[in-house]
């Protein structure tokens, strides 16, 4: 069975610093996808980037970009320039192109600081 | 807005009751999932439906059923419903099924409480 770790349970940083958030994970496939997921106080899930597993390269969306380590099996996620906007619980999730079920982390909660 | 709605968005109800929840996906979308999350136990996959049929099953509890309707949209029917049960219910879509991975989007969510 697949598994997603986020050993971060919290973090925090100022606005406008960098952060990584951990992600790894346990997997026999070798075609999967892995995605970062954003919850904001409201509640929302919101898609914040992905990545295909046969990629070489990192996926890149803005400020939001991955460092994908298949032979490691880690996912971490790198926000740079931090806003407040994105205090939030952040979900590293994993789907194989034949499951089609996502599976989470426990997330790890963020929070950007005046 | 992801267009996926979700209805009730809370709910407050006793041991032993039964609910209904309600989800319609993203117009186009033919696949809905249903995930819980607790504060113990995190996002949980619950159930798939592709087109009107199941598709995959995660941890859904017996007491627990699911149907897709024709026009698409999907109920998630909880009974005797204990303590434990109360966390957020998610409903999410997406355009596919099989063979490749598609974003899901997903429904603001069905807060459960079981007093």
């Known amino acids: 069975a697949q598994t997603v770790t986020q050993s971060q349970p919290e973090m925090s940083v100022q606005e406008a610093e960098t952060v990584t958030l951990s992600c790894t994970y346990d997997t026999s496939e070798n075609n999967y996808y892995l995605f970062w997921y954003k919850q904001p106080p409201s509640r929302q899930m919101i898609l914040v980037i992905r990545q295909e597993a046969y990629k070489q390269q990192n996926a890149t969306e803005n400020r939001f970009s991955v460092n994908f380590q298949k032979a490691a099996k880690s996912f971490s996620l790198k926000i740079s320039d931090s806003q407040l906007g994105d205090t939030a619980m952040y979900f590293c999730?994993?789907?194989?192109?034949?499951?089609?079920?996502?599976?989470f982390g426990q997330g790890t909660r963020l929070t950007i600081n005046p | 807005d992801s267009g996926v709605t979700q209805t009730p968005k809370h709910l407050i109800t006793a041991t032993g009751q039964r609910v209904t929840l309600r989800c319609s996906p993203r117009s186009g979308d033919l696949s809905v999932y249903w995930y819980q999350q607790s504060l113990d136990q995190g996002l949980q996959f619950l159930i798939q439906?592709?087109?009107?049929?199941?598709?995959a099953k995660g941890n859904i509890l017996e007491r627990f059923s699911a149907q897709q309707f024709p026009d698409l949209h999907s109920e998630l029917n909880l009974s005797s419903l204990e303590l434990g049960d109360s966390a957020l219910y998610f409903c999410a879509s997406s355009v596919v099924s099989r063979g490749q991975a598609g974003e899901l989007f997903f429904g603001e969510g069905s807060r459960l409480t079981v007093l």
């Open positions: 999730a994993f789907m194989t192109t034949g499951a089609q079920k996502l599976v």
């Open positions: 439906y592709y087109n009107g049929e199941e598709r």
